[in-house]
């Protein structure tokens, strides 16, 4: 399972290129979806800002989660089974809150 992470500090250029990269992963590993994440944005910002990039994979299915609370957005993590996470190398925020993640085996930063 693919679980990508990312907080509003990622603008959406820099998504479109990082979710290719996600989503060129999950066809290697002959995976039907992907899980995104987003940390700290509202439902409104998500699809009205980056709605166009979800269309570049219509291939894969996109489980789309939005969480603004820290302790949820691990619970979350959990409860989804993300115990390989990518985030943005450049995104210092999800970086910090993975870290406190007791189940994450490995958080793999993308460029």
């Known amino acids: 399972m693919i679980c990508f992470l990312l907080s509003s500090d990622v603008d959406v ?4 290129r990082l979710i290719l990269q996600v ?3 999950a066809r290697k590993t002959n995976l039907n979806h992907i899980n995104i994440v987003f940390f700290n944005m509202g439902l409104k910002k998500v699809f009205e800002e980056y709605r166009d990039e979800f269309t570049k994979i219509m291939d894969l299915g ?3 989660f939005i969480e603004n609370s820290a302790h949820k957005l ?3 993590l959990n409860e989804v089974g993300c115990e390989i996470l990518y ?3 450049g995104d210092k925020t999800a970086r910090d809150l993975v870290v406190r993640s007791p189940f ?6 993308l460029e």
């Open 13 to 16: 250029q820099t998504f479109g």
């Open 23 to 25: 989503a060129s992963l």
């Open 62 to 64: 996109i489980r789309i």
């Open 74 to 76: 691990l619970k979350l």
């Open 87 to 89: 985030t943005y190398k």
């Open 104 to 109: 994450i085996r490995e958080v793999i930063e």
